[in-house]
């Protein structure tokens, strides 16, 4: 709950609404009371996975200073009610949570829980690890949560949920309805939509809709969805009806239910009128005569046996008088019950069609939630980084059971399962609303990165280095272990390549989870004084490139490697007497009327006199453009909307646009064999050009954002602006979870008529992948694409600005209590960090290369060292064999990525993905017969995006809204060839189980 005070002032706000709509006789019609009712109580606990608290703390409940939540307590409670009373029903969300729960219960308890799920009293709902953001996740880490969610729960209780929970994401992307209606969900719901939306959907009786975000998929994806109602997740409050949240922890109590006429208080009779007469005039804005209703909140439910007495008694008397309560029926329910409801009354109700997605959210005029799209840069980049290495290391896992050719996978089958569902559960925690989304607070965001580092080093130590190990040691002789340096840190804390300065020789091992190619590859040196060789002595060209002013042993090499398609090569550095140094050729100050360099065959970058402005040639092709860092001053003022955690709001008088952070100084280029680099310095900040021969021929910026200085008291929000001219139209758009591209339109939104005194922050988007401005009438189009997820907009005309930073100094008042201060955990100071976007020009028919550069960015090699000792090798040894055998049959079309989760040495399930904007494909049986060919058996199957059931299953019970039919015929099974074919950006998830 998003802080107490700043809720029930929004609520109070809405029970304005209320009156209001009431007022003026809206749209909704007053319900005949000779029609029945039909009152659906869903009680229920909103656990977050940290936010005030840790997980842990959280889970066993330590630190009630912070907060009264211990999650222990509420399934012990909860599950004991539900025995006592078989007409009692629950709901529970985060299966991170539970399966800890699950893991701590004795027999006794877990057959209690047994009984009450198969009963149907403890509904699971969502079923993910955890209830995850929709702005900032990427869409393979929102399959992985959900996934790993379900695996347990079918495993576990054979439960497949049908319903969406989403009740406390500040925002909903349109990737999400659709991937939910693909794991088979029929109803989705929320708590929060901007509030100008909520006054016209509330006045019009449309908080029920039908959602139909645009796929390549049409109605396939559609799905119920409501707002819940007063929009919000609490219980029934009202000042006209009154407070009926019979928690221990809601604040304020609300009275007993005494339902003894002999007691002094007897107060049942009165207190079921007016708590009926709350749920007939919510009836007045819905379609049907179904309404749904949660009893509960944060954290509740630690004394469930209080909640469900008080409700209980409510029950029995509205039921015990229906002479007082007329065609009323009242009871605990589900969503599901309440969607199969709503389902059979609605044969004749149409509602409403939405297409778009719900960004940005507000609570207020001075409100937007769009601050978070940023918050916390370095959980953002540490999850995206993560997230593409447990991809990364799945598939090598995945191609050695294929290949059968890793004894250790053999021996160590369960071991290496363990750890990597420990970091896809660890994957799924960071995915919740208050983790990658940045609003926790500080010491919660460092614990949120131990938890990472700590599985992923697991990882490594258990399954990637002895794989390489074994690997090494029959190709090169090799004996020693590898480790990973982070490209996000000083050369002189990447202890392996710290020894070349030391005249120890390291090993490069690189596993290419691509079919072959020829990959730039980047590693962390502190001494230009190195040699790159191949597995069998043959030299590699290099460069060595040290553009870091202030630590000369800054430095970072860069060789071509040619990559043997999925398979690990491996390469060897060396001291040398010869400097690999790139020097720079040319430092230009600022005031330099131009200069031109060629940085690449056919292409040219032209630097201008104040150091931000460029012209860039690419085949004849000729694109100006300029670069600035500029910020906003963040608001912050007593008794106020700040700028906070969640909130962005500049500070008056720039509202609308922001103003310089630094200026450049001077610019430095070095011209390697490799890699051309423009180094443009200011005084706390490095913006650097990287230019290779890259099919995609994109400009790689790297931008390095020192401690942002707040000793003014001054918070600051950083943006990066890429000015073009491009004729835009006051339109942009940006990518959905890293799918669709959405159409954003200046200070418009598609449902509702926008007003707005925030122009900058109330056109700001979450960007996951990428952003781009294009002119309609030539097609010319200029794309960013980013490294972790940022906010972005377009303000001026042809300009794309995307906030890379914020550091503020006071609070915005939704709950997590301190200012986004951003400190490093090991200096104290404020964060700095590197980050890096790929620039993209492109002409008509050219506009897949934004997928390309993100199909790469996703795939990046897995990069290893190890140091060479007396121990672990002498000499390199010639290649003995390739650690596979699949050869280049073994491809895939041109921007399908696959995910792949081994679920044992004989069943594996395969995520299909068509990464291309407008072009069907098709994978082909060649595919399957190189992948399992050495099998004597294998069968395909298709399977829900969450991988928990059939697809068939998944089409047989979609449900059909607004007079429509979904038939279960639009199953393809052309898997059933050995061909699976995709549409634009369709992912399918295919089974495949093999017999030796």
Known sequence: FRSFDSQMRQLQRLALLFFFALAINSLAAKRDSSSPLNIHLISHTHDDIGWLKTVDEYFWGFRTDIQNAGVQYILDSVIRALNRNPERK????????????????????????????????????????????EANPYYEDMIGNMAAGHEFLKDTFGVVPTIG???DPFGHSNTNPAFYSQMGFNGLWFGRIDFQDFTRRFNSANLEMVWNPTTSQGDENQIFTGVLYPSLYVWPNDDDYGNFGWDANWWPPADPVIDNENIEGYNVDQISKNF??????????YKTNNVMKTLGMDFEYQAAHIDFKNVDKVINYVKSNPSLFPNVTIQYSTPSIYLQAVHEAASNVVFENKTDDFFPYADGENAFWTGYFTSRVAIKGSVRETGRYLQSVKRLVAYKYWDNSSEYLTQNETTVTDALRQLEQTMGVLQHHDAVAGTEKQRVADDYQTLLFRDKTRVHDEVLNPILKEAAQSQIGFNGDFQLCSLNISASLCNATVSLANNTAVVVGVFNPLETQSRLIRIKVTTPNVSVADASGNNITADVICANVTDATDCDLYFNAN????????????????????????????????????????????????????EWEDSGNVSS????????????????????????????????????????????????????????????????MKFTNSVTRDIELETFIDSIDISDNIGKEIVLLVQTNIANNFTFYTDSNGMEMQQRILNYRPTWNFTTVQPSSGNYYPVNSAIYVEDPNTGERVTVVTDRSQGGTSLQPGQIELMVHRRLVCDDGRGVGEALLETDRVTGKGLAQWFTHNLIFTKPGTESQQRTVQFNNDQPPVVALGVVTSKTMRTLKPVARDLFNLDDTFTLPQNVKVLIKTTNSSS??????????NISLQVDDSFFETAFGGYSFYALSELSLSANQLKSDVLANKLAWNNQTVSPLTLNRDYEDGVVSLRPLEIRTIQVDVQW
């Open 625 to 688: 453009f300029s670069l600035q860092l500029n910020y906003y001053p963040g608001y912050c003022a007593s008794n106020d909307q700040n700028s906070g955690a969640y909130i962005f709001r500049p500070a008056q008088g720039h509202v609308d646009k922001s103003i310089p952070y630094l200026t450049p100084t001077s610019s430095q280029i070095f011209q390697g064999k490799v890699v051309t680099i423009i180094s443009t310095q200011y005084s706390t900040s490095i913006v650097n």
């Open 563 to 614: 990559l043997t398609g999925y398979n690990v090569s491996f390469f060897h550095l060396a001291p040398s007497q010869v400097s690999l140094a790139v020097a720079a050729q040319q430092t230009i100050p600022n005031g330099t009327l131009f200069q031109r360099y060629q940085v690449s065959q056919n292409q040219f970058i032209t630097v201008f006199g104040g150091l931000s402005t460029f």
């Open 90 to 133: 629950f709901i529970y969300v985060e299966v991170g949570f539970f399966y800890r729960w699950w893991k701590n219960a004795d027999d006794i308890m877990k057959n209690m829980t047994y009984k009450v799920v198969q009963n149907g009293q403890l509904e699971f709902i969502n079923g993910g690890w955890c209830m995850h953001d």
């Open 908 to 917: 594996f399930v395969i995520w299909f993905h068509n990464l291309n904007e």
């Open 276 to 285: 009926v007469a709350y749920f007939e005039n919510m009836a007045n804005y």
């Open 165 to 167: 929970w989403q009740i």
